[in-house]
């Protein structure tokens, strides 16, 4: 009889709870009765909330009975805010909630919710700092997702790019000061990501992927909005942190691989307050990891804090800290000589085994950064608001740098070491204030921002020269005869920091510092003729200021540029297919220069105009079938022109008027066909020639920062639904890319790294509170090469194993 009653009991205990809740739910489409898939919809006073699918509706149960709001968010549409009153055990149904346009930006506060298409998320405020959703943007951009990283367990920033069409690893992180981060082609340019949410944000080092919520490169000449100081001719690439949001919970993850990988990660996020205004979250990981090599190794940690604080409806501050330790040797390149012919034309004359280093693990390089930023938004009207933003970044090198240079001296392929030890440091400010504005004239919507810009950067160098340290063949063979010296000599230089130490205590140690500022005013303008039909128009007004070494104060210069863009946009079916083109803007300030033989007579200064780069752009952007096919296709012409180039019949004298054309196509589609199956993947095709230029050293060839003519890139990810397989997960990708040139001049001839396609597969366990997943890369064991000048071997197979806790 007890044991009856404590049964009744409880099932009347979990009756009385359970009837003390309840479900609110709805449907949200636009003014033009679409449904709208992916808004952001929240219970405010609680943790509740979710995201619309792909036919708008939403439902959130486990509501206490009461009264409520519903707080409603979308990109590119005016927050909404509904009363509701929920009664105990009901569902109450909203019905069809409308949203309608207009320019309010969201805060980085996201509200975790299952997405259909996982490997697409076009939404973001920073791209064209306003809140314009990619089917009516002219510019063309990819972004990497977080659940695309996770998907993959990428544990390093170069193994996430490989996501983004059209872009190619050329080097590697170095960590050496002023230019220690990676490297990448992009639309036949050079660039490093040096934006982190939207502002200047740098490193020496390597980014951990792990507090990465996604990665956004933007494509083409992008000055207009972001200036020259942290984009190229091809682009920018722009880091989006994880952000505080609406909800209590967090991760703890393990990854264990080949080479002695280990990284724990932690995500841990909060309110602080009775009222959900404020909110803080935490991202924090530790890593090492061996080379596949016979030396080399990298670790890190990092914490990174973020507190986001609602004021009011109009007023709101984020803040955003990252503090990064990193240690690693520099990765292993062999430089090629740029000036005479190379005595190897490919890997199979070269002869290179590439498990040697040619390093040791006492050779290391430390990189300290810090990156902040503080954001306010306040609402100045309906169709105005301001946003202040403040960053500043610090980022230092120290320790040991060496490198394998081809002089072609002592002939068989051998490469000279040389070393110095890195003491550098370089900080930077920005400040931005922006005015966005969501009006109408004429009946004419208009979506504008009009903003000020003052940028700063200060280089300290008080690093050692770099001395000669023994030579290497690629097999592996040594000697200490320096080709600088007419004895042969036969010295011993042992990797090990005391040997280095006295070598390097008769090079003299640097002492520059040099300073520049630079100020912008900008404004875009996004003007809808129709719905169907806009234009974007652009402009900025940049004016450099160069204090040079602070020790000379005859190296200062300033340069006044203006940088336009213009686009137009037109959507046959609205808000699903849209066919765009544009005309871009980039620019390089250019510093003076010293001309004329001292040795016959005084040198005069010689100015320069900023080089420019003039891209035009057309393409089709889609999305279909309820956002579950995501496509862009597009076609590009860049032509630099302005370019400076010492004179070849004179080292003492510079010439500008050189010319690069760099064209090409690319295609990248998100597609989820079914539930449960997502795909990425892209292809680009680019032509780059130095068209014009009094050098023919370089004329009417290929630039080696172009990389690969042709680059593509798979990845698709299946979890089952249903049945007894409910949960388990197979993922499964390439990466590849045609030959491209590590050297190509008039004088060294051609040298020519072969073509590669990389398999990798991954299978998975996902449960609602953790996930096992299994990841293996370069599946077949392909040996393959990078490089920029240079031979950069890349890891062979690994196999990585991964599990994650959610709580």
Same mark, same amino acid.
């Given at each position: ?14 009756? !009385? =709870? ?58 590119? &549409? ?195 307050? +009775? ?25 890190? &940690? ?57 390093? %040791? ?30 960053? +500043? ?27 110095? +030890? ?12 922006? &005015? ?73 140690? =640097? ?66 297919? %849209? !066919? ?13 220069? !010293? ?132 949960? &388990? ?17 008039? %004088? ?60």
């Amino acid at each position: 009889m007890k044991k009856q009653l404590t049964i009744i009991l409880f099932f009347t205990l979990n009756i !009385l =709870g359970f009837s003390q809740s309840g479900t609110v739910k709805g449907i949200i489409k636009d003014y033009n009765d679409t449904s709208l898939f992916g808004v952001n919809v929240s219970v405010k006073t609680t943790t509740k909330g979710t995201q619309t699918n792909e036919s708008g509706i939403f439902e959130i149960s486990g509501i206490k009975d009461g009264n409520y709001v519903l707080a409603i968010s979308y990109l590119g &549409f005016k927050t909404k805010e509904v009363a509701f009153t929920l009664n105990s055990n009901e569902t109450t149904d909203l019905g069809t909630i409308t949203l309608y346009e207009g320019d309010e930006i969201l805060d980085e506060i996201v509200i975790n919710g299952n997405r259909t298409n996982k490997f697409s998320r076009k939404e973001t405020a920073y791209v064209s700092k306003l809140a314009l959703k990619d089917i009516e943007n002219t510019q063309v951009y990819s972004t990497i997702t977080n659940e695309l990283l996770q998907s993959q367990v990428v544990t390093n920033f170069d193994d996430a790019l490989k996501n983004a069409a059209g872009v190619e690893n050329l080097w590697t992180s170095t960590g050496r000061g002023g230019d220690g981060a990676g490297y990448y082609s992009l639309r036949g340019f050079s660039v490093q990501p040096e934006l982190v949410n939207g502002l200047p944000g740098l490193t020496n080092g390597t980014i951990n992927p792990a507090n990465i919520e996604r990665i956004e490169v933007v494509k083409g000449p992008s000055a207009t909005l972001f200036g020259n100081s942290v984009t190229s001719y091809g682009g920018l690439i722009n880091v989006v942190t994880k952000k505080p949001y609406v909800g209590n919970g967090g991760e703890l993850s393990f990854t264990s691989g080949t080479y002695g990988l280990n990284q724990v990660t932690g995500d841990f996020n909060t309110a602080l307050d +009775k009222e959900n205004n404020i909110y803080f979250r935490l991202n924090t990981s530790y890593a090492t990891e061996q080379s596949f090599q016979d030396a080399g190794f990298r670790k890190s &940690f990092f914490v990174a804090p973020s507190l986001s604080y609602k004021v009011s409806n109009k007023l709101s501050f984020s803040f955003y800290g990252e503090i990064t330790q990193a240690e690693q040797t520099n990765p292993t390149f062999l430089f090629l000589n740029r000036s005479e012919p190379t005595e190897a034309a490919n890997l199979k004359e070269l002869n290179y085994n590439n498990k040697l280093s040619f390093t %040791s693990n006492d050779l290391s390089l430390e990189n300290p950064t810090q990156n902040y930023r503080i954001q306010m938004d306040y609402k100045l009207s309906d169709t105005w608001q301001s946003q202040t933003l403040l960053s +500043k970044s610090s980022t230092s090198t120290k320790g040991y740098y060496t490198y394998l240079f081809d002089y072609l001296v002592l002939g068989g392929n051998t490469f000279s070491r040389f070393l110095n +030890k890195q003491n550098a440091n370089t900080q930077t400010t920005d400040f931005q204030q922006n &005015f966005i504005g969501d009006f109408k004239i004429a009946s004419l919507r208009n979506r504008m921002v009009v903003g000020l810009d003052y940028f700063n950067a200060t280089e300290t160098n008080n690093s050692t020269g770099y001395a000669f340290y023994g030579n290497v063949t690629p097999q592996g063979d040594t000697s200490g005869d320096n080709p600088f010296t007419p004895d042969v000599e036969t010295d011993s230089y042992p990797l090990s920091t005391s040997a280095v130490d006295a070598v390097l205590a008769s090079q003299a140690i =640097g002492n520059a510092k040099s300073k520049y500022h630079i100020y912008s005013v900008y404004a875009s303008n996004v003007l809808n003729f129709t719905q169907s039909f806009s234009a974007m128009i652009g402009l900025r007004l940049d004016r450099f200021d160069n204090e040079g070494s602070l020790a000379n104060p005859d190296d200062d210069y300033d340069q006044t540029t203006f940088s336009p863009k213009f686009g137009l946009l037109f959507q046959p079916i609205l808000n699903k297919l %849209s !066919l765009f083109a544009n005309y871009q803007n980039g620019f390089k300030n250019v510093a003076p220069a !010293l001309v004329g033989d001292p040795g016959t007579g005084p040198q005069t200064l010689k100015t320069f105009n900023p080089e420019q780069a003039n891209q035009l752009e057309f393409g089709v952007k889609t999305n279909l079938f309820n956002s579950r096919l995501n496509a862009t296709v597009s076609y590009y012409d860049i032509k630099v022109t302005d370019r400076v180039i010492t004179d070849p019949d004179s080292p003492f004298n510079k010439i500008q008027g050189g010319e690069v054309v760099s064209r090409g196509f690319e295609i990248e589609i998100n597609a989820n066909p079914v539930n449960g199956l997502n795909i990425r993947g892209g292809f680009s095709n680019n032509y780059s020639e130095t068209t014009k230029s009094d050098n023919a050293n370089i004329l009417n060839r290929r630039p080696l920062e172009a990389g690969p003519r042709n680059l593509y890139n798979l990845w698709a990810n299946y979890e089952f639904q249903e049945g007894s397989l409910d949960g &388990f997960g197979l993922g499964l990708g390439m990466n590849g890319a045609s030959d491209r040139f590590a050297i190509n001049y008039a %004088s060294t001839g051609e040298f020519v790294l072969p073509s590669y396609t990389i398999a990798n597969t991954s299978i998975f366990y996902a449960a609602d509170k953790y996930t096992i997943s299994l990841k293996l890369n370069n599946a077949f064991n392909k040996e393959y090469y990078k490089g920029w000048s240079t031979i950069n071997p890349q890891a062979p197979r690994t196999l990585l194993a991964n599990v994650t806790y959610r709580f």
